[in-house]
C-alpha cells in the first residue's frame, strides 16, 4: 500500500524544485508584466524545461492514458458478455450491469478533459498567449474529472446514492407468525 505513495511523492519532491527564486520571479515581473504584481497570490516561474519539470509534465500527462485504455477494454468486454448471457439473466441483474456500463462509460470519457488543462499549460509554458484567468483556469479545469468522477459513481452505485441522499432501503413485508407456547 504504501509504494502507491511513492510516485505522488516523487513528483511533489520533483516539482518544488523546478521553481525559481522569488527575487528572479519578481524582477522579471517589474520589467515585463507589472499587472501581475497587484494580484495577491504565490508567483512561481518555472526556469527552462529542466528534468524535474518534464518529469512532473509526463506524470500528468501520461497516466490518464492507460487508465483510459482499461476503461474502454472492460466497458467492451461487459458489453460482450452481457449480449451473449441477455437470455439468462433477470431483469434486476441486466438493469445492475447496465448501469454499470454506464458509468464505465463516463469515466472513459473523463481522462481526455484533463487534456484541456495540459493544452492550457502548454500555451502558457511556450508563451503562446498569457492571461491571468487561463492560468487559473487550468486548476478549475483539472480539478473537475475527479469531482465528476465521484458524483458518477456515486449516482449509478445504488448504495451510495441511498447514502448520499439519506434513502432508506426498500421496506420488506413481514409477516408475524405466532409461535406456539410463546407470547
Do not use: W
Not at 509504494?3 to 524582477?27: G, K, M, N, R, W
Amino acid at each position: 500500500m504504501v509504494l502507491l505513495y511513492i510516485p505522488p511523492a516523487a513528483v511533489s519532491i520533483a516539482f518544488t524544485f523546478t521553481q525559481a527564486d522569488f527575487e528572479i520571479v519578481h524582477q522579471f515581473l517589474l520589467k515585463n508584466a507589472p499587472s501581475y504584481l497587484s494580484e495577491p497570490g504565490a508567483l512561481t516561474v518555472h526556469l527552462g524545461m529542466t528534468f524535474q519539470l518534464i518529469f512532473t509534465i509526463l506524470y500528468l500527462v501520461l497516466p490518464p492514458c492507460p487508465a483510459y485504455a482499461i476503461i474502454m477494454t472492460l466497458r467492451r468486454k461487459i458489453l460482450t458478455k452481457l449480449t451473449q448471457h441477455s437470455m439468462d439473466m433477470s431483469e434486476r441483474t441486466k438493469k445492475m450491469h447496465g448501469n454499470l456500463v454506464k458509468a464505465l462509460t463516463v469515466h472513459a470519457m473523463l481522462p481526455p478533459i484533463k487534456c484541456i488543462g495540459v493544452v492550457m499549460y502548454a500555451i502558457l509554458f511556450f508563451d503562446i498567449y498569457h492571461d491571468a484567468a487561463l492560468e487559473k483556469a487550468i486548476f478549475t479545469e483539472i480539478a473537475i474529472p475527479p469531482a465528476v468522477g465521484a458524483f458518477c459513481t456515486t449516482y449509478y452505485v445504488k448504495p451510495y446514492r441511498r447514502f448520499v441522499f439519506c434513502q432508506s432501503p426498500p421496506n420488506f413485508v413481514t409477516s408475524a407468525v405466532p409461535v406456539s407456547g410463546v407470547l
